[in-house]
């Protein structure tokens, strides 16, 4: 167990999972969990790592539960994420609802068994400071309810609401408090 466990660390510490996907609507870089499982074949070595989803209900709401493990036939470590189904998405049918949740639980699935940080950093595109456009008086930004769920997404693929107030803003709207607590309520 002892060699194995430095087998998974060093991994850990050579994996390279940069942002390659980007989110056009929050206008931010993100990781995929197949650009996780991309940047972990070429250092795996004799290593597996599987990733499986089990189907959890909690009261009335579903729950995706991905579980990613590696293992040399012997040994293994697993670590568990959980993402909840929306009731609803405009334009998803029941599959793609189910499909955003096990993305999403599995890639923080592998995040937690892999060490990898997914919190906005330089090289995530969010941060980055962008020049508004000149600055309009009074213009309100009043698109939430179309645009709700490509928040949620946004949402679910590492945006936090607050990077999407402050893209908005960044874009020269004014978002009324009303909005904004909309927007940092989303989940």
Sequence with gaps: MKEFIKQVASIQRQLKAPKNQYNSFGKYNYRSCEDIMEGLKP?????????????????????V?????ITNGESSLSNTAMARESLTKKGMDDSQITGTASSYARKYALNGLFLIDDTKDADSGVNEQQKPPAKQQNNWYNSFDAERQYMIKAIHDGATPQSIIDNLLSQG????????DKILNLR
Excluded: H, N, P, Q
């Design 173 to 180: 709207f004014s978002v009324s408090k009303e909005v904004a």
């Design 43 to 63: 250092i795996l070595g004799e290593l597996v790592v599987t990733v499986s989803d089990d189907i959890k209900m909690v009261g009335d709401r579903i729950y």
């Design 65 to 69: 539960v991905s579980t990613a493990t």
